[in-house]
């Protein structure tokens, strides 16, 4: 027999560094989940991705158990990494916080494809796009 689901929770957390602290304890200690027990499954499977932030979904089940994944970092995060910067434009559309070219957009869309709501490259290459421009980053 399948268990019962109670809630979803949905965290965004660095790779690596989650710790008993908010938003990660609260959120847990709420449903009376073992907090420890999850933060130390999260920092293992995230150990490659340490200080990328990750969304992460836990499946809350009513006899107290969890089951989570994980998903790709946002895609503001891989823009940032990719133009090396920390932040984007504090005026986007004035001024410019980096560029990207073409094919560096196109690989962003490709590794975050399976959680953007679009199975064609080229939507997702303009959801990308769209993205770096409120960042005021400039695609070439």
Known sequence: MAKK???LIKLNIAGGEATPAPPVGPALGQHGLPIMEFVKAFNEKTATDKGTIIPVVITVFEDRTFSFITKHPPVAEMIKKAILK????????????????????????QAKMEDLN??????????????ARS???EVQ
């Open 5 to 7: 689901i109670k809630t």
């Open 135 to 137: 960042m005021g980053v």
């Open 86 to 109: 920390e932040k984007g434009s504090p005026k986007p559309g004035r001024e410019k916080a980096g560029t990207l070219t073409v094919a560096q957009v196109r690989e962003i869309a």
């Open 118 to 131: 679009t199975s064609d490259i080229e939507q997702a290459t303009k959801i990308v796009a769209g993205v």
